[in-house]
């Protein structure tokens, strides 16, 4: 079974600091990979997706995260955070075979950025 | 485009009261899903539906009923609610094509009491 691990609940950064938010996954195939933010109160909103080809993908919002295969990771960067940032952030992966594949998700990592 | 809604936004139940939640998209998309987020664990998929009239569980279907009678609706029941199933639901759609990314609603907030 698909699953995926988020080691860090919680993460402090100060504004204009660089960011990376850890992602491991475990499936047996190549998978397709998501990063979703979350702000308080509101839905899921996708930052980038990984399918194939070109291992380092770029999202909205200054965002972008890099898929390493051998070591079953999908880490979110930013080089530079804002206060808007402030959000839980959440790593999902779908199965690549079928249309039923199904999304799941990590536990998310809590974002909080001091001025 | 509305998107993926949800209604209500917020509800609270006495245990043993049925409810449901309506989930509405207008991007005429095949997949559905709900799914329930709880704190420190993430957002679980309780039923998926990969077009009108097919259903099918998730990770967590106890207590939970839908059915897809529409492309556009999707609502999930609770027959007999449970302080348990305090939680934040949100209504996801996509499109058939394995992968394509999920859009989600805004969420209902429901309390049992």
């Known amino acids: 079974a698909q699953s995926v691990t988020q080691p860090d609940i919680h993460i402090t950064v100060s504004e204009g600091a660089s960011l990376e938010l850890r992602c491991n996954y475990s499936y047996g195939a190549t998978p397709y990979l998501f990063w979703y933010v979350q702000s308080p109160g509101q839905g899921l909103q996708l930052l980038l997706k990984?399918?194939?080809?070109?291992?380092l993908v770029q999202g909205i919002k200054g965002f972008e995260a890099e898929f390493k295969r051998s070591q079953s990771s999908f880490n979110l960067r930013k080089p530079s955070v804002h206060w808007s940032d402030a959000a839980e952030y959440f790593c999902?992966?779908?199965?690549?075979?079928?249309?039923?594949?199904?999304?799941?998700f990590g536990t998310g990592t809590r974002l909080q950025v001091t001025l | 485009n509305a998107g993926v809604t949800q209604t209500p936004k917020f509800q609270v139940l006495k245990t043993g009261q049925s409810m449901t939640l309506q989930c509405a998209q207008d991007?005429?998309?095949?997949?559905m899903s709900w799914y329930r987020q709880d704190p420190g664990m993430g957002l679980r998929l309780i039923h998926y539906?990969?077009?009108?009239?097919?259903?099918d569980q998730g990770e967590v279907p106890n207590g939970y009923n839908v059915s897809r009678s529409t492309t556009e609706d999707f609502p999930l029941r609770l027959l007999s609610a449970a302080p348990s199933q305090t939680s934040v639901y949100f209504c996801?759609?996509?499109?058939?094509?394995?992968?394509?990314?999920?859009?989600f609603g805004d969420g209902t907030r429901l309390s049992i009491l």
């Open positions: 539906s990969v077009g009108a009239g097919i259903t």
């Open positions: 990984y399918f194939s080809g070109d291992t």
């Open positions: 999902a992966v779908a199965g690549s075979t079928g249309t039923a594949s199904k999304l799941t």
């Open positions: 991007m005429n998309h095949e997949y």
């Open positions: 996801a759609s996509r499109k058939r094509q394995g992968g394509q990314p999920q859009h």
